[in-house]
C-alpha cells in the first residue's frame, strides 16, 4: 500500500540519525532552554514536491515538519507569540503565519498589486505592526510596507530609497535598516544600505560599498553596533564571479575584504548567511555556490579561517554562544562549530533534516531577544 503525503510527513518529521531518539520523546518539544532551529525546506514524494517549515530541537535531536504553500524564505516570531511564526516567500506574493503548537498554517496573505515581497520582515517597536520589505515587480523601486499584524492590512508605506531591497533590521531606537541590493542603467541607483528613522521618516545614512559589483544582500549590525555585510555579485548569470565580505567596527570604516586573495577568488556566488558572535567578534559566513564557510575577525577586519563545507546555507548559534550552527549539504544535515577553536564537532552533525531553505534561525535564542521577560509564558 503506497504511502500518502501526510503519514509519509508524519514519519519523515520523526527520522533523526540519533540513536537516543526513543527516550527523548517524551520531553517537551518546544523547550525555551533547548536550541530549537526553524529553517525552511521541502521534502520530494515520489513525483511531489512539499514545501516545509523544518523544526529542529537540536538538544534532543528530534525534529517536526510542517507543511506550508511555500518554500520559506525569512521567518520572523511574533512577539506577542512565540508559537506564531511568520513566513515569507522570496521575491513573490505570498506570505503565511504558522502555529507551531498545532503544527498548522492558521493565515495566508500577499502583497499588494504589482508588489512582491523580498522575504524579510520585522515587527515594530510594540510588536503590534509588522514592517515587510518589498519592491515593485515593474519598476524594481523598494518601498517599506507598514501592516497590521492580525489583518495584515496596509497601514503605511514609505520608499527604501532604493531598487530591489531585500534585508532588514530594526534597531531598539526605530531606525530601520535596509538592503538596497538593485542598480539602475543610468547609475542614479546603486546597492546601499539605507537607515531611516521610522519617527521621523527621514534618512539616517546611506552606505555605499567601495566594490561597486556588490549588492550588499544580506546583513547583520550587533548589539554594539558592528556591521557585517554579505554580498552577491551584481551580474549573477556570471557564475564565476565573487561575492563579497564587508566589516565595520561600530562607527569606523567600512572595508570589503580583499585578502587573503586565494579565499577572496574562492568564494563565487553569493556571500549569504551571517551570525556574529560578539563575545569573540567574530563574524561567520556561508558561501553555498563556494562551498565555503568564512571566518572573519571584526575588530582586526581580517579572516580568521576558512573551510570547505557542502553547500552551506543558513547559520545561527546556540544559546550558551559556545558554537556556530550550521545548515548545509545536498542532503540537508546540521552540525556545530567550536566559536573559539571554530571546528565542526563531528558528534553533534543531524541528518537528514530536510532544512534545505537559506536561512537559519535559533527559536530559543530568538525569544531572549524579543521577550526576555516573558521566555516561558
Known amino acids: 500500500m503506497p504511502m500518502n503525503r501526510r503519514h509519509f510527513l508524519k514519519a519523515m518529521s520523526a527520522s533523526l540519525i540519533s540513536s537516543s531518539l526513543a527516550s527523548c520523546t517524551h520531553k517537551k518539544f518546544f523547550n525555551p532552554d533547548e536550541d530549537i532551529l526553524l529553517s525552511g525546506g521541502h521534502m520530494d514524494d515520489e513525483n511531489d514536491r512539499q514545501n516545509v517549515l523544518t523544526i529542529i530541537n537540536l538538544t534532543q535531536q528530534e525534529k517536526r515538519l510542517i507543511e506550508t504553500p511555500f518554500l520559506a524564505h525569512g521567518m520572523v516570531i511574533d512577539p506577542n507569540n512565540k508559537y506564531r511564526i511568520f513566513c515569507f516567500e522570496k521575491n513573490a506574493g505570498n506570505a503565511c503565519t504558522i502555529d507551531l503548537q498545532t503544527q498548522s498554517v492558521t493565515a495566508t496573505f500577499n502583497s499588494e498589486t504589482n508588489q512582491l515581497f523580498s522575504g524579510h520582515a520585522c515587527f515594530s517597536q510594540d510588536g503590534k505592526q509588522l514592517i515587510c520589505i518589498e519592491s515593485n515587480s515593474e519598476n524594481y523601486q523598494g518601498s517599506i510596507s507598514i501592516r497590521d499584524r492580525e489583518t495584515f492590512e496596509l497601514i503605511h508605506q514609505l520608499p527604501t530609497l532604493g531598487l530591489t531591497p531585500h534585508d532588514c533590521q530594526l534597531t531598539k531606537d526605530n531606525i530601520l535598516t535596509v538592503s538596497n541590493t538593485g542598480r539602475s542603467e543610468s547609475g542614479f541607483h546603486q546597492p546601499s544600505l539605507v537607515s531611516i528613522n521610522l519617527n521621523t521618516e527621514k534618512l539616517v545614512e546611506r552606505i555605499k560599498l567601495d566594490k561597486q559589483s556588490l549588492n550588499c544582500g544580506h546583513f547583520n549590525i550587533s548589539n554594539n553596533n558592528d556591521l557585517v555585510i554579505a554580498s552577491a555579485p551584481i551580474d549573477s548569470s556570471n557564475k564565476s564571479l565573487s561575492g563579497g565580505v564587508s566589516l565595520r567596527r561600530q562607527d569606523g570604516m567600512l572595508t570589503t575584504m580583499t585578502e587573503p586573495e586565494l579565499v577572496i577568488k574562492r568564494m563565487t556566488g553569493e556571500a549569504l548567511g551571517i551570525e556574529i558572535n560578539q563575545q569573540q567578534q567574530i563574524a561567520a559566513i556561508t558561501h553555498p555556490q563556494a562551498n565555503l564557510l568564512t571566518f572573519w575577525s571584526i575588530q582586526d577586519q581580517k579572516i580568521i579561517k576558512a573551510f570547505g563545507i557542502e553547500k552551506p546555507r543558513g547559520i545561527s548559534q546556540t544559546l550558551d554562544k559556545k558554537y556556530f550552527i550550521v545548515s548545509y549539504g545536498e542532503k540537508p544535515a546540521m552540525a556545530k562549530i ?40
Open 338 to 377: 567550536s566559536s573559539t577553536e571554530l571546528e565542526p564537532q563531528a558528534d553533534s552533525i543531524v541528518q537528514p533534516t530536510l532544512a534545505s531553505g537559506e536561512h537559519l534561525i535559533n527559536w530559543s535564542k530568538s525569544l531572549r531577544e524579543i521577550m526576555p521577560t516573558r521566555v516561558y509564558d
